[in-house]
């Protein structure tokens, strides 16, 4: 690999796993190296090679006894029934019929075997399906609008832009080994539906007066993510016209390969070189790596809607419908997916689309059949009118499944969830994340409320507590929600939430979001809040 040298100047300044890639590339996990270990079996494989197989898109699960768990990509989460039947056929045949909506729109399976990977890849593939790179420190799932091509709130259908980037990257050599994981989003939706402030590069909707023509397409953002050191990705002065994007993703792409921080894996994403660079600086060596570009145009990105679809809507296309169905956190059965697929055939023309809200829509259903589709037994518990609080509860995969988690979230949220839809009367949605780790892939930052697991310790031992932060928000004004003082056991959860928002609700001026009262009345407000709802707690 020509580049190879700019980051072997000093190895002093290469931590370890930098020193297991250019022994070999993550890429060589993929089939040989994974058939390999299918026919010698769990314990012959190695450390060095463990960590390689986030590459084919497969973490170890916890507690690390022989069992994966694997992602796979689904491009702007838009997913054919084939596709969709041969997802649940995996997750019934090898994953105990677990099927999980990430909240980057992939599925993802439990309870793997190695011994049955190759048969898993070869299904995969088989349906137009992948699970390369899913993970790894390479471009990972493009996040796009899953409405694309029927939103009637988009400039542009960016399923082939989507495509286009995904198939560039994918399985590319020359940016399979970047300093860390690397996250994109491409959406002409002007609710900002591909969440572009916490991806390390996002294009969003805009237009430009160019040779006396309206132009349609797109605004750069750089520098989004989150974990334990959250950052909001900053706009690049570019205009960039579709035809450009992917240019514009290898350029950014191969700056942060070739510039990107290798020495500590806590902070090597792009977010931190492009904290140090400036936005400026960045721009000006895009500019050398891409040629010039126009200045921006006009932002076309109006507010933000949580990626929320539930509900029965038109679509741009005269006499169709899609309807967003609620996925209580993200989790399905293989039957259920099964089911979804059958629906979507019979009443649309074969599409299912995820979101990164961990839920799924049902698209191109015709007027006339709407009625028929909604009373379909499955639409029951995957409602398009969910209960208010569960229709807005995210949730990563705690520990249940993954070795960086604390805590217990999956099931715990979805509790809350229903504990609140039963105590809390409100006609206004809440957002509320919850994470087992500071890694945060329930994205608790941009959340109304959100909770990060940990442990407290108790006369009784050790217990599930949660740190809750709030007033997190995306789009035009997009701000991290702010940290609360005073741990909460996880049992005391569902009742200190509820005051908090009970408190929302009595002070809370006509029609004004948790968000906006959050900024109104200020943090300290809800601090002295959870401070007397916890002495009562306590008492």
């Not at 909707?205 to 520098?223: L, M, R, S």
């Not at 050191?229 to 792409?253: C, M, N, S, W, Y």
């Not at 697991?453 to 108790?458: E, F, I, R, Y």
């Not at 940290?483 to 002070?507: M, S, T």
Request: aromatic share 8%; glycine share 8%.
């Amino acid at each position: 690999m020509a580049y190879e040298a700019v980051w072997t100047k000093d190895p002093s300044k290469l931590n370890k796993m930098e020193f297991v890639k250019l022994e070999k590339d993550g890429l060589d996990i993929i089939r040989t190296i994974i058939e390999k270990y299918s026919h010698e079996g769990y314990d012959a494989i190695t450390p060095d090679d463990m960590n390689l197989f986030k590459w084919a898109g497969v973490y170890e699960q916890k507690p690390k006894d022989g069992y994966f768990m694997m992602r796979v990509r689904i491009n702007s989460g838009v997913l054919t029934s084939d596709q969709a039947r041969g997802l649940a056929d995996i997750g019934k045949v090898y994953g105990r019929d677990l099927v999980d909506i990430t909240t980057r729109q992939a599925i993802q399976f439990h309870w793997l075997r190695v011994e049955n990977l190759p048969d898993i890849f070869k299904r995969l593939e088989q349906v137009g399906l992948y699970s390369w790179e899913a993970c790894g420190d390479c471009p990972r799932t493009i996040v796009g609008n899953p409405l694309a091509g029927i939103d009637k709130d988009e400039l542009m259908d960016t399923n082939d832009l989507v495509n286009q980037v995904n198939d560039f990257f994918l399985l590319n050599r020359d940016f399979s080994n970047l300093p860390r994981k690397y996250k994109m989003s491409i959406s002409s939706n002007i609710y900002n539906s591909g969440h572009a402030e916490i991806q390390c590069l996002a294009f969003t909707p805009a237009t430009k007066v160019i040779d006396g023509q309206e132009v349609i397409g797109f605004h750069a953002w750089v520098g989004g993510g989150l974990s334990a050191k959250p950052h909001l990705a900053q706009q690049l002065d570019i205009f960039i016209r579709p035809e450009e994007v992917l240019k514009v993703a290898t350029g950014v792409t191969t700056i942060y390969r070739d510039n990107g921080y290798r020495e500590k894996r806590h902070h090597a994403r792009l977010k931190f070189l492009v904290a140090d660079w400036g936005v400026e600086k960045f721009k000006e060596e895009l500019l050398k790596e891409i040629g010039d570009m126009p200045s921006r145009g006009e932002d076309k990105v109006v507010g933000w809607n949580g990626a929320y679809f539930d509900g029965v809507h038109p679509q741009k296309q005269e006499g169709l419908n899609y309807v967003g169905l609620n996925v209580p956190v993200g989790r399905m059965n293989s039957d259920e997916l099964i089911e979804l697929a059958r629906l979507s055939d019979e009443y649309g023309s074969g599409t299912l689309r995820t979101t990164v809200s961990q839920n799924i829509i049902l698209s191109d259903i015709p007027t006339e059949k709407v009625d028929a589709l909604l009373k379909e037994t499955i639409l029951q518990r995957l409602t398009p009118f969910p209960e208010r609080f569960m229709s807005r509860t995210v949730s990563c995969t705690g520990n249940e499944f993954c070795n960086l988690a604390v805590v217990e979230t999956k099931e715990r949220a979805r509790l809350v969830a229903q504990y609140l839809d039963e105590h809390v009367d409100l006609d206004e949605a809440v957002r509320i994340h919850f994470v087992g780790c500071p890694n945060a892939c329930g994205q608790k930052q941009i959340a109304d409320i959100g909770l990060q697991g940990s442990l407290v310790k108790t006369p009784n031992g050790t217990v599930d507590a949660f740190d809750i932060a709030i007033g997190g928000i995306l789009g035009p004004g997009a701000t991290f929600n702010k940290p609360l003082k005073g741990r909460v056991k996880g049992d005391d959860v569902p009742y200190v939430l509820a005051q908090l928002i009970e408190f929302y609700k009595a002070n809370r001026s006509e029609e004004e979001s948790f968000h906006a009262f959050v900024g109104r009345v200020g943090i300290e407000a809800f601090q002295s809040k959870l401070t007397e709802v916890l002495t009562v707690v306590a008492s």
